[in-house]
């Protein structure tokens, strides 16, 4: 017996009405419920369908162990969503008449054309636009609120708002900000006012119900959501991703779908499950340490612009001061593992940063949070047969900035126009969705690795060629916070000072 693959079957599945020529089958059914998708196949080379079926109870099914399927079960409208509510336990214990044989199209209990792993502002924006471009999409979170906690200094650019056409809502947002301010060690404060600060700064969120906006807006394109579901396992047959194992409370279930998008995270497994190799080297990751500190007095701007205070107080990398209202701050340190003898060593270096910004003498915490963020150049690959990553799962964070949620959202929109389409053709190929790999490489690849070399350099600065730089920026002006614009600005004023830089310029 020939079990086909989805896309053999969508391909020979008839996508209007068809009226198998049975009236009746037997199955030996388990107690347990479950979904159950089945193909009806017809030995006299008739084309296959789904099958739905409303079997009798549950206490019907215990009664006897064989249910009959009343004859008019097996016409559905709607093909795509016939399902059997009842798991069969093997193909062999269905029996069947002479005319028809059932081949149980697998042991899944739930199908959909996409299942998307993760709702952060990736994985949503994803299952947004693929559900609006007619996938069945089911889009899956192991936490029970979406967006909760937050792990993240919440600044985001204006444009990637309107870039993926987020309804905007003030719900979302913390505080709109005049731009940045960046500061060397020696206290040199250099000011890019928002028109010109690029992709770092606009709006400081509130991420939680940022992220959930943007699910909301997957939901309302059609995708279904279901909380508290971990995806434990990828479901691989012939070299193809076919779904993903997944718990959701207590209960485990295979998810079949003719696309997996990994979108979980930073700490991804499913592209690992799936062969991806996501792993990161030390240099590549940068530990972070956040608290959400109240109470902060006025000074520097305070809290007019997001900041960020550069040299040995944060090993490569930075301390970040983003405003959320008149005395509140995420404030945050990101440093460079490799440079860390002991992980605990971070809240060292931020407590001791704190302690001496007199802004800060009389604030206190109202939360603290750790987490990881990749400062490494683009993936190889994001795609495969029946799989593609997005987001921090495809490394898609700036490597300079550690921002992640534009990069994500964007690519996540291209994902899902991809996957759109890849349903139409029924073909969900490494080779299709190669258009959307080409797609976010054409949009973000060039910036990652750019800035991913840049600041393989950065970090061999020390505080005095910061505050030289940052002294000579100050005084000649900065009008674009992007590092090729800033390196032009020095050679030119200073060529001395971007020695280092001189591939980049
Ligand atoms: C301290 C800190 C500060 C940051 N500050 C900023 C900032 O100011 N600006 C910025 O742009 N970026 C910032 N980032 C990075 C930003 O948070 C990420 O880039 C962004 O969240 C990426 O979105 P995502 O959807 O790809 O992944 P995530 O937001 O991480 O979402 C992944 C989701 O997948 C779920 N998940 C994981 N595994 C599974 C599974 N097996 N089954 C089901 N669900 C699963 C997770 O619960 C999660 O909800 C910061 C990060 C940190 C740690």
Redesign the pocket.
């Known amino acids: 017996m020939k079990r086909l693959s989805p896309n053999e079957f969508e391909s020979k599945m008839p996508r209007r009405e068809v009226v198998i020529d049975v009236v009746e089958f037997w199955a030996n059914l388990t107690p347990r419920e479950s979904h159950q998708d089945a193909v009806m196949a017809d030995p006299e080379g008739g084309a296959p369908a789904k099958i739905t079926a409303n079997i009798a109870s549950d206490e019907a099914a215990n009664a006897s162990g064989r249910v009959t399927i009343p004859p008019d079960a097996n016409r559905h409208p709607d093909l795509r969503t016939a399902c059997i509510p009842r798991l069969f336990p093997s193909p062999e214990s269905v029996s069947y008449t002479p005319r028809c044989w059932m081949v149980l199209q697998s042991m899944a209990d739930y199908q959909y054309d996409v299942v998307v792993?993760?709702?952060?502002?990736?994985?949503s924006m994803t299952a947004r636009y693929a559900a609006a471009g007619g996938c069945r999409t089911l889009l899956?979170?192991?936490?029970q609120e979406i967006g909760s906690p937050v792990?993240?200094?919440?600044?985001?650019a204006r444009h990637f708002v309107e870039d993926t056409k987020m309804p905007f809502d003030r719900k979302w947002v913390g505080r709109e900000v005049k731009g940045a301010k960046i500061f060397s060690p020696n206290g040199t404060e250099l000011t890019i006012e928002e028109a010109h600060a690029g992709n770092e700064v606009g709006i400081v969120l509130e991420r939680d119900a940022f992220d959930k906006a943007v699910a909301k807006e997957a939901a309302k394109a059609g995708a279904d959501i279901w909380l508290k579901?971990?995806?434990t396992a990828i479901l691989k047959d012939d070299g193809w991703v076919r779904g993903v194992r997944a718990k959701r409370l207590e209960e485990e279930m295979n998810l079949e779908a003719k696309c997996i998008v990994a979108?979980?995270?930073?700490e991804s497994?499913?592209g690992r499950w799936a062969g991806f190799k996501t792993l990161l080297r030390a240099g590549d990751i940068t530990g972070?340490l956040?608290y959400r500190l109240t109470n902060i007095s006025e000074g520097h701007d305070f809290p007019d612009y997001c900041e960020f205070w550069l040299g040995t107080c944060a090993p490569a990398g930075y301390i970040w001061v983003?405003p959320k209202d008149e005395s509140t701050a995420n404030v945050?340190i990101g440093v460079s593992l490799d440079r860390l003898k002991n992980r605990v060593d971070i809240k060292g270096y931020l407590d001791r940063w704190i302690a001496q910004d007199p802004r800060m003498a009389h604030a206190q915490p109202l939360d603290m949070?750790t987490?990881?963020?990749s400062t490494a150049p683009p993936i190889k690959k994001s795609v495969g047969n029946g799989i593609a990553l997005v987001?921090?799962?495809a490394r898609m964070?700036d490597p300079i900035t550690?921002?992640?949620?534009?990069n994500?959202m964007l690519a996540g929109m291209i994902l899902g126009k991809v996957l759109a389409k890849c349903n139409q053709t029924g073909d969900f190929s490494e080779t299709a969705l190669m258009e959307y790999e080409k797609g976010w490489r054409a949009k973000l690849e060039e910036n990652l690795y750019r800035n991913w070399l840049a600041k393989n350099k950065l970090v061999t600065l020390s505080d005095r060629e910061f505050d030289d730089i940052i002294q000579v920026l100050a005084e000649v002006g900065v009008h674009k916070l992007s590092v090729r614009a800033i390196l032009k600005v020095l050679k030119d004023a200073k060529p001395e000072l971007v020695a280092k830089f001189a591939e980049f310029i």
Do not use: H, N
């Open positions: 792993v993760g709702a952060g502002p990736s994985g899956i979170e192991k936490r792990r993240c200094g919440e600044g985001l579901t971990t995806a979108a979980d995270g930073y497994q499913v972070t956040q983003f945050g949070v987490g990881g963020v987001g921090d799962a964070i550690g921002g992640g949620i534009g994500g």
